[in-house]
């Protein structure tokens, strides 16, 4: 129980500054203190040395001695962390975020779809026809919250089947960006037909081993969600 309690008040904590820092309310080159977060928050010096501690791996913060606790500019950031992803989803950023987000994946899923077709596994094939199955016949009945588990499995399973470990590495990075969609309410109730139709084509695809038809079944996808989201990036 207190090991919980501790986490929780670290987790609190952690996404507190996490989110001011990514948002600008603490720019860069401003400082913090251990005592000044013990104070704010009510929580002790392990915590707060804790959650410094995990800033900095993230390359929000630096520390350094006789100058203390000092907040990096957004170059010095690990973009790829899926904590530092979600508190910029969450803040003022949230549109460039997603603008950022979507072109990665315009960049990156359409090649990992075109290998996955050339490398998976015969299991891995057929998971991922069940999967765009799957995520049909949950679309169509609108439970969302379903839809986006398999959504998310659909995806990671084709940068895991590329059989490139640098694109099986974004997985987290693709599935925080799903789900910010669907917490954030930028999801419709029933996902567009043609996203369902667009899934299951590049399912069928890299089932079969058709490497460029799943690359452009991928870009096709993915066309369709940056179309989705031009109009919260100021664009026509």
């Known amino acids: 129980m207190r090991r919980e309690g501790i986490e929780s008040r670290h987790g609190t904590v952690l996404d507190a500054i996490g989110r001011e820092i990514t948002a600008g309310e603490l720019a860069a080159g401003?400082?913090?203190?251990?005592?000044?977060?013990?104070?704010?928050?009510?929580?002790?010096?392990?915590?707060?040395?804790?959650?410094?501690?995990?800033?900095?791996?993230?390359?929000?913060?630096?520390?350094?001695?006789?100058?203390?606790?000092?907040?990096?500019?957004v170059t010095a950031w690990n973009v790829f962390d899926p904590r530092v992803i979600w508190w910029r989803l969450?803040?003022?950023?949230?549109?460039?975020?997603?603008?950022?987000?979507?072109?990665?994946?315009?960049a990156v899923e359409p090649l990992a779809a075109g290998a996955a077709a050339r490398n998976a596994a015969d299991q891995q094939r057929a998971r991922i026809v069940e999967l765009g199955g799957e995520m049909r016949r949950l679309g169509e009945a609108g439970l969302l919250e379903e839809f986006l588990d398999v959504d998310i499995a659909f995806h990671t399973l084709l940068?895991?089947?590329?059989?490139?470990e640098m694109f099986t590495a974004l997985a987290d990075v693709v599935a925080v960006v799903l789900r910010g969609r669907t917490q954030l309410g930028l999801m419709p109730h029933h996902p567009v037909p043609e996203a369902l139709e667009a899934h299951e084509g590049v399912a069928a695809a890299v089932a079969a081993g058709r490497e460029r038809d799943a690359e452009d079944a991928m870009r096709d996808l993915l066309g369709e969600v940056r179309d989705a989201m031009v109009a919260l990036w100021g664009r026509g």
């Open 159 to 164: 940068l895991e089947a590329s059989g490139n």
């Open 90 to 106: 969450a803040g003022s950023g949230r549109d460039a975020q997603l603008r950022s987000l979507t072109e990665l994946r315009i």
């Open 30 to 73: 401003d400082t913090l203190t251990l005592e000044g977060i013990q104070g704010r928050f009510g929580v002790s010096r392990t915590v707060a040395r804790e959650t410094m501690r995990i800033l900095e791996s993230m390359g929000l913060v630096s520390s350094r001695r006789r100058i203390g606790i000092t907040v990096r500019e």
